[in-house]
């Protein structure tokens, strides 16, 4: 308790949101989640600023900055909403009370006792007690909102209001509205909302910690993808799914943790994590066919797995159910992304015939042209690469016609290299090629 007995000074001025040493705020949130007296006097020293703002009683900097605060606080508004209509009604009741005449009220006492509601109403026209109601009645209906919070509370609605501008992940989590993705990623917050994510966070541990049920789970989940700490979300997400494997949205989300992994991985490990990420958002689609986000994120799987006739596809579908968000406007450039690369390898493929008819027609200015143009690129249109993989089809099928021309169309282009630029490799790998056919065809 040492650390927890701080000065209600110090206790003022965090829920004024007047404290800007991160050490002092990360101590003061940690024991309002580790410490039940310190939260007490916390909520205790929140409902007297509510009581003296709404009673005029703060001067106008903690005015202003008790205002600043409320825009990050929706559960701070209802309480003022609450103790300001509780005034109202004191308020009115005094105003009432003030036209009754005292002979009226002398007539009355004389004649019964009066009525609880009489009573009331009496307390009521005194500001004490009518202040004091009014912070019994916040303090209940604040016991209220607490104890029926769930698994999907008010602070996962506020985590999709921070991210309405920019969406933190490229896959959709679950009911996360459109945003596009930002132009900087990893982009640090500004404090003001590393602070409102901090407290998110805290709501959703406890929440997590008190209810241990699939939403949750799945909320705090929710919370850690967004912060790209995806061991974490993962964890949370097969929590969630242990006690409710039937949700769509659960593996939609988990899917996207494992795809977000994937895209922040290399190697073999990227492969992997897609892999996982496909698996679920297919487990998601089957359990709910129209489930937007899952349809969406098995398009982005199909495309990153490098399965472009899936993934075409797959944002077909997902067009036919969602045509016109933007959401849909995603997809087509993802369609249109997928038919510019099936188009280039088609020119690809013409690149390599335009060359064997040079070939063919003893044209050496043109097929020497066309492998200027394209030796310098390492995959796709370069002819040697071409014909190499032309050469081992070819083999594979057994036709050895074509084999043989390709080899001697390499040879060829190793000719030209070494009187050009005294290159030998074009040369050299055809030959040692030649060699080691005749070595497998001989049974060696």
């Not at 049920?213 to 967004?226: E, P, Q």
């Not at 949370?236 to 949700?247: M, Q, R, T, V, W």
């Not at 996982?276 to 990153?304: I, M, P, V």
């Not at 596809?313 to 087509?332: C, I, M, N, V």
């Amino acid at each position: 308790m040492g650390e927890s007995a701080k000065s209600e000074e110090e206790i003022r001025e965090y829920l004024l949101g007047r404290v800007s040493d991160e050490a002092a705020l990360e101590g003061i949130e940690e024991l309002l989640f580790t410490d039940e007296e310190f939260c007490s006097r916390v909520a205790l020293a929140e409902d007297g600023l509510i009581n003296d703002y709404v009673l005029g009683r703060l001067d106008e900097r903690d005015a202003d900055s008790f205002r600043t605060t409320l825009a990050g606080d929706p559960e701070r508004c209802l309480k003022l909403e609450l103790t300001q209509a509780i005034r109202a009604k004191a308020l009115a009741l005094n105003t009432k009370a003030a036209k009754v005449t005292k002979a009226a009220k002398a007539a009355e006492a004389a004649e019964e006792k009066p009525s609880f509601f009489a009573r009331l109403g009496t307390l009521l026209r005194q500001p004490a007690y009518a202040g004091a109601l009014a912070l019994l009645l916040v303090a209940a209906a604040v016991s209220v909102i607490y104890f029926n919070r769930t698994g999907r509370p008010d602070e996962l609605a506020e985590l999709r209001a921070v991210y309405q501008k920019e969406r933190p992940t490229e896959a959709r989590i679950s009911d996360f509205g459109y945003a596009p993705l930002p132009q900087l990623r990893g982009a640090a917050p500004e404090q003001a909302e590393k602070n409102r994510l901090r407290l998110i966070q805290n709501r959703l541990i406890e929440a997590a910690l008190k209810t241990p049920d699939a939403r949750t789970h799945h909320a705090l989940g929710a919370f850690h993808l967004t912060q790209r700490e995806y061991a974490d979300a993962i964890r949370e997400f097969e929590s969630a799914l242990k006690l409710d494997g039937k949700s769509a949205k659960i593996h939609n989300d988990l899917g996207t943790a494992y795809y977000e992994l994937a895209m922040a991985s290399g190697g073999e490990k990227r492969y992997e994590n897609l892999a996982h990420a496909l698996e679920e958002f297919t487990a998601a689609t089957e359990l709910d066919g129209n489930l937007l986000e899952a349809l969406f994120n098995k398009s982005l799987a199909h495309e990153q797995l490098g399965q472009p006739r899936e993934a075409k596809q797959s944002w077909t579908l997902y067009l036919q159910k969602d045509p016109s968000s933007p959401w849909a406007d995603e997809a087509r450039r993802h369609l249109s992304r997928i038919a510019d690369e099936q188009t280039r390898f088609k020119q690809d493929g013409q690149v390599l015939q335009d060359f064997l008819d040079a070939y063919r027609n003893r044209d050496d200015a043109t097929a020497q042209k066309i492998h200027n143009e394209t030796k310098g690129l390492l995959k796709g249109a370069a002819a040697p690469l071409q014909l190499s993989r032309r050469f081992l089809e070819a083999r594979r099928r057994g036709d050895e016609a074509e084999a043989q021309e390709s080899l001697d169309a390499l040879a060829y282009l190793g000719r030209f290299e070494r009187e050009r630029h005294s290159e030998f490799f074009f040369l050299s790998w055809p030959t040692s090629t030649r060699t080691s056919a005749r070595t497998r065809s001989s049974g060696c």
